[in-house]
């Protein structure tokens, strides 16, 4: 069964800096791209950041860029997110996710979410 655990979210003044985790079990982590998503009340999921299978190639959306920087530990089957600089709107529940290949291009697992991790920006 995939389980996958996020960590290390937190309550943090404008400006401050938090690393999420990502701890992922139940499937071959080392053969799939990974990406964080984060959902804040009454708005939808929001895709944030991807890093394929070898970490070659990260692509962040525009409203994190400069700011985030993702990585991973294939031989820790984890997920990393530094999150600097943080602003009001990046408060939010965060969730990782694994695609179904080593691409960022590949679709999504359909596994389920797991709990995710709230980051709290105040201002």
């Not at 944030?48 to 525009?62: F, L, P, Q, R, V």
């Not at 990046?90 to 291009?105: K, V």
Request: glycine content about 10%; some cysteine; aromatic content about 10%.
């Amino acid at each position: 069964q995939v389980q996958m655990v996020e960590s290390g979210g937190g309550l943090v003044q404008v400006g401050g800096s938090l690393s999420l985790s990502c701890t992922v079990s139940g499937l071959p982590f080392v053969s799939v791209a990974m990406s964080w998503f984060r959902q804040a009340p009454g708005k939808e999921r929001e895709w944030i950041a991807c890093i394929d299978k070898s970490g070659g190639t990260i692509d962040y959306a525009d409203s994190v860029k400069g700011r985030f920087t993702l990585s991973r530990d294939n031989a820790k089957s984890t997920l990393y997110l530094q999150m600097n600089n943080l602003k009001p709107e990046d408060t939010a529940m965060y969730y990782c996710r694994a695609h179904l290949y080593g691409s960022c291009s590949a679709p999504f697992r359909t596994d389920n979410w797991g709990q995710g991790t709230q980051v709290t920006v105040s201002s």
